[in-house]
């Protein structure tokens, strides 16, 4: 059989032309959570294209309704209903109208709310959630009887929806029905054992000391549960069996206690809320659910419930709310340093705001001198905004003890010896300490083996000390198992056996040179425009380059230096942006590098070792200068500095 297509990225949102290829790509982004684009913006061109687009306004409204501003899902559901309706008053899709009561319902506005769950209900696609959201506002009213009806047409929409099975149940109880309950309930909870209000049901239902046990028994103090089956008591209008079923529980975690305490007046949930914030530590889970939220924003004493909400709106790109938490949560408690960690990272990722950030990074740390997370991002910046090596070395041995609690942290500070001249430091850490693996850190701490290794041996190579060069260079194709992490499959290593070949050139082996710089020749000759951790480094063409010159293939190696000059002039005048086709960020890191800038790095370093390659001493200087200026600390910047000169007068 043939082999498929190649998948190719869809245009960008300003590009696409049609609401229909807008909302699939939305629909695709939303469904694999895309790492680097936003539905957002796909739907927004749809509506765009076409105001009162119905799919593109729905999603809108969809996503909004999940980021707590209901508002703003009415609107989108009431442009998507302005043509739906004028056309069809019963049309096919009745998501719209189910969308817009649910907003009006959590705004309130019953009334509302009502009217439209009667319109979903005319549509096969939102019957069964309308019938639900009638069901929840007749329970809420007290009115079982009709609570029960309602769940039984949502039922024979969708028959398996555990929301509705549970709020039958307890309208079955509550209406004195507790036979028929209880007989319903024996076949839920053999279909669904797992949850976690079919088993408050059970205990609620009789209050025996033995279904209690049964209960807390399955939740097991996790607050997942506690939330769930309270959130769905809130929305069935039962507030008081919310608390009481809380109370029952006795969860004791931070966003169960804040909904415990939500449903107390003021004066009486201080205990609750102190308790919340002391627990934070012990299980650190952020909102997530429009119950907690709801629940977070109505206490409005409490600095710690502020942090919360700007966490889930910073999430939720809802950026001007969690900047205006923040902002609330420093103005209560001047203290609380991650609060201003929250605005340091607005600052620099949205304001681009170097002096804020830092301004707000240091009033964190001086809070947390402690807090290594602090220090590392701290560090982050000034590496981000092209800080001197020596200005960042100075900040973190001035807290060594913090800087070395993190892995990444610690690679940072090798980078930063290794630039600043003192690779023994670098080699004692790099033997003694045990480093892990970390998402986003792979390759960050064997390439500074890799690099330590290669400097200590230039080291003894200057001082005519080859032998011990050589040992240090074959070390370095064996990664210590302190690192924690092995060598990738195909790894040419051609700087390695490019000095192994000098080594051996020093000591009269030329047998043993020449095996060593083809070796050094071999590999891949390509350049990827997206660079991880497991593509060939791009120095490697151009350890290659050299290897061939010694071997005295000038022309393979002229030709190979002039594709790499052409590759970063060519490039240098594209922009660039992020794999459509990762599956993740590249780096797991709260602040966020400059993609472009970092292209153009890049385009630096390989027109830099292309004119090195070639021989163009002054194109060098200059590349590297320019390098130099926009990241002090490109790639092996340490090595390339060191060995350059000698270089430049073996070869050329």
Known sequence: MPLPDVAKAPLAAQDITSTDEAWFIGQHLEQYHHASRSPFDYYLRGVALDPLDYRCNLALAMLEYNRADFPQAVAYATQALKRAHSLNKNPQCGQASLIRASAYERQGQYQQAEEDFWRAVWSGNSKAGGYYGLARLAARNGNFDAGLDFCQQSLRACPTNQEVLCLHNLLLVLSGRQDNARVQREKLLRDYPLNAT????????????????QWRGLCQGRDVNALMTAGQLINWGMPTLAAEMLNALDCQRTLPLYLQASLLPKAERGELVAKAIDVFPQFVRFPNTLEEVAALESIEECWFARHLLACFYYNKRSYNKAIAFWQRCVEMSPEFADGWRGLAIHAWNKQHDYELAARYLDNAYQLAPQDARLLFERDLLDKLSGATPEKRLARLENNLEIALKRDDMTAELLNLWHLTGQADKAADILATRKFHPWEGGEGKVTSQF??????????????????????????????????????????????????????????????????????????????????????????????QGMALRLLGEQQTAQQLFSEMKQWAQEMAK???????????????????????????????????????????????????????????????????????????????
Not at 198 to 213: I, K, M, Q
Not at 608 to 634: C, D, F, K
Request: charged letters at 20%.
């Open 574 to 652: 594209t922009s660039i942006e992020a794999d459509f086709f990762a599956v993740s960020q590249p780096d797991l890191l709260s602040l966020y590098g400059d993609l472009q800038q970092q292209h153009k790095e890049k385009c630096l370093m390989v027109a830099m070792l292309a004119s090195a390659g070639l021989g163009e001493v002054a194109q060098y200087e200059s590349a590297r200068a320019e390098l130099t200026a926009i990241n002090p600390a490109w790639p092996k910047a340490a090595l390339f500095t060191t060995v350059m000169p000698f270089i430049f007068n073996r070869v050329h």
């Open 198 to 213: 079919l088993w408050w049901l059970n205990w609620f239902d009789g209050r025996s000391e033995s279904a209690l046990a």
């Open 450 to 543: 890799i690099l330590n290794q290669l400097l200590r041996a230039w080291q003894h190579l200057d001082a005519r000390q080859p032998q011990q060069a050589c040992e240090l260079l074959h070390a370095a194709l064996h990664y210590p198992e302190n690192l924690s992490e092995g060598r990738l499959p195909g790894q040419t290593d051609n700087d390695i056996w490019f000095w192994q070949a000098i080594c051996a050139n020093a000591q009269g082996d030329e047998t043993e040179a020449t095996r060593c710089l083809r070796l050094a020749a071999t590999g891949d000759r390509t350049i990827n425009i997206h660079s991880y951790y497991n593509d060939q480094p791009v120095d490697y063409l151009f350890w």
